[in-house]
């Protein structure tokens, strides 16, 4: 940790910084000014800090000779800090009119102790930015071009780097202590206590200005809770539980005012104080005051994909004035630059904006006259310092919680979301009983008569099919479950088999009460077998069914693209296995090739028809009349003979298929995230290996994209 000499001096020297003299320099250099840097006061945080600006060295890098005599001063620490460089990087996406360019041709670099804020007009390629240094581009783009991480090509680690989206996809059900602390407890390590998991909590919520929405719920459709700018900084105060040494920040500030705004960058900007580890930050942002603009160490402006400036933010106003656009007298120089280079309003296309040249012409003059700065000189030297430097490569660190950690809290707060969501479960059980009791005054004591034959199947049948169909209710609740899991996914803060473990043993209290509730009211009332083992292996067929929907909705989930197709790709394959399970037509009456095989054994409504009605005709006679007097037939001759139900077998083992059936389609869920979270940057390069030979955009030698959200995690 520096003393308060130490941050004076860098203080003042941050004050007079250039670009030949970065923060992380600065703060070395003011180590080094104190006699005694090395023995410094042991203090809580020495732990960590005894790696970071300590050991001081005066180096003889390449560095150093190409700055003209530039005394370089590098902290042992910097191995800790995440040095981020692009060269060059070209990222096209794929329509159905043709590929169209987003960015084109981005160098720079983020460095510790930095904020680069990343700014443009609205459509500019912001967002796609950020997402291609996170190496979170959607399969529909290609990306040329190589970035660097401390001038490797290498993957990220968990608690290496956070991204927050420009989306806050929160569990509106929890408050907000409860959203941070619950975070906290997955993505901390299993070495830190409770307390001071909570403690960290707590002092996070504090930093973002949450402490008075902290019993809060985050609220959603329906529910108003927090407002739109406090579920911004919920959404900041997740992704810093960690104190990332690479964070990545899609509009942090929307939806805040100017003070707020000051206060969250000025404390994402001063995040290592907290620890004394430098943070490489880069934030878009597209409103920021002059206060907010002086926290920016280097300014990155793009306009369509373009570079208009990229270097020291403090050097931007100039170098719009050498170019003839000078920054009006109290404006803002953040709205003066986006103003200048918008070209999205212009009344007259002729005229700029200001009634002098056109605004294409403007950016354009810009544009070339950045090329030929030097600023972009500069630049480029810098990008190609950091590469040269090796500053090691990141270590692989693994810190969340441990597999049962994660597993236990995911089931609490998957519990407790399913509880307090309304459309979750409880309506669901309103349903159900509503249709239970349809059914028991529909089939209100069927007796034993020949004509009940007809009655126990129809029950059996619309409760194995209909009933469990309505489980899709609940699909719309999941989504927004698997919204957030995609966002926590793509972060690291836990892996794939935590969230389906958490899921499933969540919901399984629900299920249990659906089942036996409803369950009992459907069965009594039509005086089917009264025993409580024919009872308890009805109502576990219902469960069983129920969360097979389920697990076959989650399946779906993971394999469309949103809601509406998920419900409809849902239903219908539910509508084709009901079709094939054997009700509607028997089973040897089925057309061979796709309904007898393999819908047929696919479809689990069959095990589920057959298991209920082996559990229900089993053991009953129903007397006949005919012509020579009536005759007694056998529950076991109505179920092979009429029903064609496959007797060889019991009906615990149609039970235990059915649970099989569940567990493969939940295992179904975890192949196919893995899958595309492993094929998906497989493809990336691939395509833009392909890309790489195309005349238009073929630049630098491509290389493998570095992919910040293929977190290394179990
Ligand atoms: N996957 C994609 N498919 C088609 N077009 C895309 C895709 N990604 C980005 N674009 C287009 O690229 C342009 C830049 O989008 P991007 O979201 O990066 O802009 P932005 O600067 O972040 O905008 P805003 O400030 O409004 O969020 C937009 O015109 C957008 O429509």
């Not at 003209?68 to 042992?76: A, D, Y």
């Amino acid at each position: 940790m520096l003393s308060p000499q130490q941050r004076l001096l860098s203080t003042k020297l941050s004050k007079q910084s250039s670009l030949s003299l970065p923060l992380h320099t600065q703060l070395a250099m003011a180590s080094l000014l104190q006699p005694n840097a090395r023995n410094h006061e042991p203090n809580q945080n020495s732990k960590t800090l005894s790696s970071t600006v300590l050991e001081l060295e005066i180096i003889n890098t390449p560095m150093q000779s190409n700055r003209g005599g530039n005394v370089v001063v590098r902290t042992m620490g910097d191995e800790d800090g995440v040095f981020l460089t692009w060269e060059d990087l070209w990222v096209t996406v794929n329509g159905k009119k043709g590929s169209k360019s987003i960015l084109e041709g981005v160098t720079g670099y983020a460095r510790p102790g930095e904020l680069l804020a990343i700014m443009g007009p609205s459509g500019c390629g912001k967002s796609t930015f950020l997402d291609t240094l996170a190496g979170r581009l959607g399969s529909n783009t290609r990306q040329l071009g190589e970035i660097l991480i401390n001038g490797h090509k290498q993957k990220l680690a968990f608690g290496t780097s956070a991204y927050v989206t420009q989306d806050d996809t929160l569990m509106t059900t929890l408050t907000v202590r409860e959203v941070v602390y619950y975070s906290a407890r997955l993505q901390l390590p299993d070495s830190m206590s409770m307390s001071e998991k909570k403690e960290r909590a707590e002092m996070t919520i504090k930093e973002m200005g949450l402490q008075d929405a902290i019993n809060t719920r985050i609220g959603g459709w329906g529910a108003k809770g927090i407002s739109g700018g406090q579920k911004r900084r919920v959404s900041i105060c997740i992704e810093i539980l960690t104190r990332p040494k690479l964070l990545f920040l899609d509009e942090p500030t929307s939806g805040l005012d100017s003070a707020a705004s000051y206060y969250v960058m000025s404390r994402i900007a001063k995040l290592d104080q907290w620890d004394g580890i430098r943070r490489t930050v880069v934030a878009s942002i597209h409103q920021p005051s002059s206060e907010v603009f002086q926290l920016f160490h280097n300014l990155c402006l793009l306009s369509s994909g373009r570079t208009v400036y990229f270097g020291p933010a403090s050097e931007a106003t100039e170098f719009f004035a050498s170019n003839g656009f000078p920054c009006p007298t109290l404006q803002n120089p953040s709205d003066h630059f986006l103003k200048t280079i918008n070209k999205d309003f212009e009344k007259d296309l002729e005229k700029g904006s200001d009634g002098g040249i056109p605004t294409e012409e403007a950016i354009e003059s810009l544009k070339k006259s950045y090329k030929s700065s030097k600023t972009y000189q500069q630049v480029q030297r810098q990008v190609a310092e950091i590469c040269k430097q090796d500053c090691g490569t990141l270590q692989m660190k693994r810190s969340h919680g441990g597999f049962v950690t994660q597993c236990l809290v995911l089931t609490k707060r998957s519990f407790m979301n399913m509880f307090r969501d309304l459309g979750y479960y409880w309506l669901r059980l309103a349903i159900y009983v509503a249709i239970a009791i349809g059914l028991a005054t529909v089939f209100n004591d069927v007796g034993y008569s020949y004509g009940s034959i007809q009655a126990r199947s129809s029950l059996i049948m619309f409760v194995s099919s209909f009933l469990t169909l309505m489980s899709i209710g609940g699909f719309p609740s999941f989504v927004e479950d698997m919204k957030i899991f995609e966002r926590e996914r793509l972060n690291g803060h836990y892996g794939t088999g935590a969230f389906v473990i958490g899921n499933t043993f969540s919901a399984l209290p629900f299920l249990l009460v659906i089942s036996l509730i409803p369950g009992a009211i459907a069965y009594y009332p039509p005086g089917l077998q009264r025993d409580a083992e024919h009872f308890l292996y009805f109502a576990a067929v219902l469960f069983v069914c129920m969360m097979l929907v389920e697990s076959l909705m989650m399946t779906v989930a993971s394999m469309v693209p949103n809601f509406l197709m998920g419900i409809i790709t849902g239903a219908g394959i539910q509508a084709l296995m009901v079709l094939g399970g054997g009700f509607f037509r028997y089973p040897n009456d089925l057309p061979k090739p796709f309904w007898r095989y393999p819908l047929y054994y696919i479809a689990f409504h069959k095990y589920a028809f057959q298991g209920l009605y082996k559990n229900e005709f089993e053991g009953l006679t129903f007397p006949r009349d005919n012509a020579g007097g009536p005759i007694n037939l056998r529950g076991e001759e109505i179920l092979r003979d009429t029903w064609q139900v496959e007797m060889s077998y019991s009906k615990w083992v149609d039970l235990a298929i059915l649970l099989g059936m569940v567990a493969l389609y939940r295992l179904l869920f975890l192949v196919i995230i893995k899958t595309i979270e492993n094929v998906k940057p497989t493809v990336a390069s691939f395509m833009s290996a392909r890309s790489k030979q195309t005349p238009q955009v073929m630049v630098n030698p491509f290389s493998t994209p570095m992919h910040v959200g293929t977190i290394q995690q179990s």
